[in-house]
Nanobody
Framework: QVQLVESGGGLVQAGGSLRLSCAASGRTFSSYSTGWFRQAPGKTRDFVAAITWTGGSTYYADSVKGRFTIARDNAKNTVYLQMNSLEPEDTAVYYC?????????????????WGQGTRVTVSS
């Protein structure tokens, strides 16, 4: 069992930066792939980025590639999402997710555990 708690959301102007954190509990977290998803009002939950349990492989949605960076610190049971050059279109609730099969695929149904989300608002 893995519990996930996101933090770091807030209001930022376009062009600014935020760093989201996902703190995990559960002694096997370091063996899970971890990802970030986002959901804007009235829209589906979309994949943003994912990282393997070793941190050796990452995968990004085209819309954030080059602007967002995912990283993890297994010693701290924490995964981060550094978001730079934010755009109003990045406004959403951001969710942390984990899966035990080692995959990085973007389909929501493949992810086993979810946090409650943290809201990011980017003003123009």
């Amino acid at each position: 069992q893995v519990q996930l708690v996101e933090s770091g959301g807030g209001l930022v102007q376009a062009g600014g930066s935020l760093r989201l954190s996902c703190a995990a509990s559960g002694r096997t977290f370091s063996s899970y792939s971890t990802g970030w998803f986002r959901q804007a009002p009235g829209k589906t939950r979309d994949f943003v980025a994912a990282i393997t349990w070793t941190g050796g492989s990452t995968y990004y949605a085209d819309s954030v590639k080059g602007r967002f960076t995912i990283a993890r610190d297994n010693a701290k049971n924490t995964v981060y999402l550094q978001m730079n050059s934010l755009e109003p279109e990045d406004t959403a609730v951001y969710y942390c997710a984990a899966r035990s099969d080692g995959g990085l695929g973007p389909a929501v149904v493949l992810w086993d555990y979810w946090g409650q989300g943290t809201r990011v608002t980017v003003s123009s």
